[in-house]
């Protein structure tokens, strides 16, 4: 824990859904920790239906879904509570749900089971928070949303290979970064003060429930396209940088394409494994 202290804020916050008799709980109290918003109106039922707004204009984007996709192996990165995992069920025959914090991997068993199709869900614990404790081509597809820039820029790179590893030959990377900003030069140093922060006995829980503090603490990387793009190229081919029209990100080493669903911070790299 002390050599990843960007885990510190997600197990905190891991250990606060723990605490909640349900999920139902979960949302009501962190339900922002996955879906940025908060209310004692949230149910699990609204916090998925945003899961099944967004996944198929994702997939559909990005060429994600094809005829045979209720034979084929989806592998998600960071699935949290199973936001978007129960779409996810729907549509893959198999779906491997990736988070570094087990509580998060058990509520996602819940949440799929009243929502998604249960049989077609396997939870996998990312324990050391940069490899997957999978085989090589065990996959059709692998993807992740809003988790890789809670990563320390090794590990984000990390996961960004073995995403590729795990993807057979001819299937399909969709990862998500946030880009660089000029407020960056504030955001991150305060961010690594916020994760201290969060080791203080008594403090960690409070902070967590606090939607602009837990946020500002997670924001542990910015990295541009070519930095992630260049080590993988030569396991990549049909690089692609998605982002929002309104976006500057750029990267030499892809084609770059547009789609307003996708937040103007973030950015897309989607590409066919060698």
Request: glycine content about 10%; proline content about 4%; charged content about 25%.
């Amino acid at each position: 824990m002390s050599r990843r202290g960007q885990f510190v804020p997600w197990v905190t916050a891991g250990r606060v859904t723990e605490r909640q008799s349900n999920a139902d709980d979960v949302v009501k109290a962190t339900g922002w920790v996955f879906n940025n918003e908060t209310g004692s109106e949230l149910t699990l039922k609204k916090f998925v239906s945003t899961g099944d707004e967004e996944v198929p204009a994702y997939l559909n984007t990005f060429g994600l879904r094809g005829p045979s996709s209720d034979t084929e192996t989806f592998v998600e990165i960071g699935c949290g509570i199973g936001r978007m995992t129960c779409a996810l069920t729907r549509v893959f025959g198999k779906v491997i749900a990736c988070d570094l914090d087990a509580g998060f991997l058990e509520r996602c068993h819940e949440t799929v089971g009243r929502f998604g199709q249960p049989d077609r869900l396997k939870t996998l614990h990312v324990a050391d928070g940069h490899t997957l404790d999978l085989q090589a081509n065990a996959a059709d597809v692998a993807f992740s949303y809003i988790t890789l820039q809670h990563c320390e820029a090794g590990d984000a790179l990390d996961l960004s290979s073995e995403a590729v590893r795990v993807v057979k030959p001819g299937g399909k990377i969709a990862l998500n970064y946030r880009s660089k900003s000029q407020l960056d030069t504030v955001i991150l140093p305060l961010s690594k003060i916020m994760r201290s922060l969060f080791k203080v006995p008594g403090i960690g829980g409070f902070l967590s429930r606090q939607r602009v503090f837990a946020r500002l603490g997670w924001q542990a990387n910015r990295l541009q396209p070519d930095e992630i793009i260049g080590p993988l190229s030569p396991l990549l081919r049909d690089v692609e940088v998605w982002r929002n029209p309104k976006s500057r990100t750029s990267g030499y080493k892809a084609t770059m394409r547009e789609f307003e669903g996708i937040n103007k911070h973030h950015y897309w790299i989607v590409a066919t494994a060698r």
